[in-house]
Protein backbone atom coordinates (compact mmCIF):
# COMPACT_ATOMS: atom_id res chain seq x y z
CA UNK A 1 0.00 0.00 0.00
CA UNK A 2 1.30 3.38 -0.81
CA UNK A 3 1.95 6.32 1.71
CA UNK A 4 -0.35 8.24 -0.78
CA UNK A 5 -2.77 5.62 -0.32
CA UNK A 6 -2.99 5.55 3.50
CA UNK A 7 -3.58 9.43 3.58
CA UNK A 8 -6.25 9.51 1.37
CA UNK A 9 -8.20 7.10 3.49
CA UNK A 10 -6.97 8.77 7.04
CA UNK A 11 -9.90 10.23 8.73
CA UNK A 12 -9.56 11.56 12.44
CA UNK A 13 -6.04 12.09 13.93
CA UNK A 14 -4.20 12.84 17.68
CA UNK A 15 -2.56 15.60 16.34
CA UNK A 16 -0.24 15.60 19.71
CA UNK A 17 0.85 12.12 19.11
CA UNK A 18 0.91 12.80 15.27
CA UNK A 19 -1.15 9.03 15.18
CA UNK A 20 -4.07 8.91 12.04
CA UNK A 21 -6.48 6.37 11.82
CA UNK A 22 -7.62 5.00 8.57
CA UNK A 23 -9.70 2.28 7.10
CA UNK A 24 -7.41 0.16 4.68
CA UNK A 25 -8.29 0.21 0.86
CA UNK A 26 -7.59 -2.86 0.45
CA UNK A 27 -9.39 -5.02 3.41
CA UNK A 28 -11.43 -2.07 5.01
CA UNK A 29 -10.04 -2.79 8.41
CA UNK A 30 -9.82 -0.10 10.73
CA UNK A 31 -5.96 0.97 10.94
CA UNK A 32 -3.37 3.41 12.60
CA UNK A 33 -0.48 5.52 11.06
CA UNK A 34 2.14 7.14 12.85
CA UNK A 35 3.53 9.90 11.12
CA UNK A 36 7.08 12.09 11.29
CA UNK A 37 8.78 14.07 8.99
CA UNK A 38 11.40 11.29 7.55
CA UNK A 39 8.84 8.30 8.42
CA UNK A 40 5.49 6.89 8.19
CA UNK A 41 4.58 3.68 10.59
CA UNK A 42 1.97 1.01 10.14
CA UNK A 43 0.30 -0.29 13.35
CA UNK A 44 -1.81 -0.31 16.73
CA UNK A 45 -2.42 2.04 19.32
CA UNK A 46 -2.65 0.38 22.86
CA UNK A 47 -3.86 2.40 25.76
CA UNK A 48 -2.46 0.84 28.59
CA UNK A 49 -0.82 2.38 31.03
CA UNK A 50 -0.50 5.40 28.68
CA UNK A 51 -1.14 5.73 25.10
CA UNK A 52 1.00 4.50 22.89
CA UNK A 53 1.52 3.38 19.46
CA UNK A 54 3.20 0.12 18.45
CA UNK A 55 4.57 -0.09 15.02
CA UNK A 56 4.40 -3.30 12.71
CA UNK A 57 5.73 -1.39 9.84
CA UNK A 58 7.42 1.55 8.51
CA UNK A 59 8.44 3.45 5.51
CA UNK A 60 11.16 6.42 5.18
CA UNK A 61 9.60 9.18 3.67
CA UNK A 62 11.97 12.41 2.09
CA UNK A 63 9.88 15.77 1.13
CA UNK A 64 7.26 15.01 3.85
CA UNK A 65 6.09 17.55 6.18
CA UNK A 66 3.69 17.42 8.73
CA UNK A 67 2.18 20.06 10.88
CA UNK A 68 -0.49 19.78 13.86
CA UNK A 69 -2.77 22.11 15.67
CA UNK A 70 -5.66 21.36 17.71
CA UNK A 71 -7.99 21.19 14.74
CA UNK A 72 -5.90 18.37 12.93
CA UNK A 73 -2.77 17.55 11.18
CA UNK A 74 -1.77 19.19 7.97
CA UNK A 75 0.40 16.43 5.86
CA UNK A 76 2.75 17.73 2.71
CA UNK A 77 4.29 15.07 0.62
CA UNK A 78 4.59 14.51 -3.15
CA UNK A 79 3.88 17.20 -4.04
CA UNK A 80 -0.47 17.30 -2.42
CA UNK A 81 -1.42 18.27 0.89
CA UNK A 82 -3.37 16.41 3.18
CA UNK A 83 -5.77 17.80 6.02
CA UNK A 84 -6.87 15.01 9.07
CA UNK A 85 -9.42 16.19 11.61
CA UNK A 86 -8.36 16.29 14.96
CA UNK A 87 -10.77 13.53 16.74
CA UNK A 88 -13.36 15.10 19.41
Given at each position: ?????????????W????W?S???????E????????????????????????????S??????????????????????????K???
Amino acid sequence: MSVEAVLDAADVSWPAQHWLSFNCPSCQEPSHVEVSESRVSLGEIDGAPGPCFIPSSSVGVQEFSIRSSGIGISIRYAKKLWFVKARK
